[in-house]
């Protein structure tokens, strides 16, 4: 299982011996690193790629509709090929699809509608942790690669214990946490 460490937003924060997780939006015609709103400060993603190694998993949080094009030829550019991306809106990840972009579509307590051509599956929970082993089980047995996002996430440090013994008997793909030693 590959971890992801959360909110990697800037070069200083690249540990080469984990994923990482990025969110990414447009500002000024071109794409950089930024949770909230960007600024003039937020590193560009060009960048920021040239300073991680070719192997890394990359998850990329799409923040922004329209930026498909910039990010394939970027991606392509600086031959990054060990990627996902997720949360696009609809419309911009059937978009992405068509381009041939490595997405993820999202399952929660509230979203449970498979996206054909993905080839992630991003696991999220706002109020339960809603799924089972034999549900993530379902999952890989269509092809999917599964990605969970880890309860602290969510401020449910306490639930820790519950995501790993379902997935004790699961071989999840990767989990995006803010806390890597906890997995």
């Excluded at 070069?11 to 015609?29: A, F, Q």
């Excluded at 040239?50 to 949080?61: F, P, T």
Aim: with cysteine; aromatic share 10%; net charge negative.
């Amino acid at each position: 299982m590959e971890i992801i460490k959360h909110r990697t937003n800037t070069t200083k924060d690249i540990d080469p011996n984990l994923g990482i997780e990025i969110d990414i939006r447009d500002y000024n015609n071109e794409l950089v690193l930024s949770h909230d709103h960007p600024n003039k400060h937020c590193e560009k993603l060009e960048n920021f790629i040239q300073n991680i190694s070719k192997d890394q998993l990359l998850a990329i949080n799409i923040k922004s509709t329209e930026i498909e094009s910039e990010l394939k030829l970027i991606l392509n550019n600086s031959k990054i090929y060990n990627y996902f991306t997720f949360d696009w809106a609809i419309p911009s990840l059937a978009k992405a699809l068509t381009q041939d972009i490595i997405c993820a579509f999202r399952l929660s307590e509230y979203e449970k509608e498979i996206i054909p051509n993905c080839q992630w599956v991003w696991v999220d929970f706002f109020k339960d942790i809603w799924y089972d082993s034999d549900f993530l089980n379902s999952l890989k047995k269509t092809g999917l690669k599964v990605a969970l996002v880890s309860p602290e996430l969510h401020n449910r440090k306490l639930e820790i214990n519950k995501v790993k013994d379902i997935i004790s008997s699961v071989k999840i793909d990767a989990i995006c946490t803010d806390h890597p030693d906890l997995w």
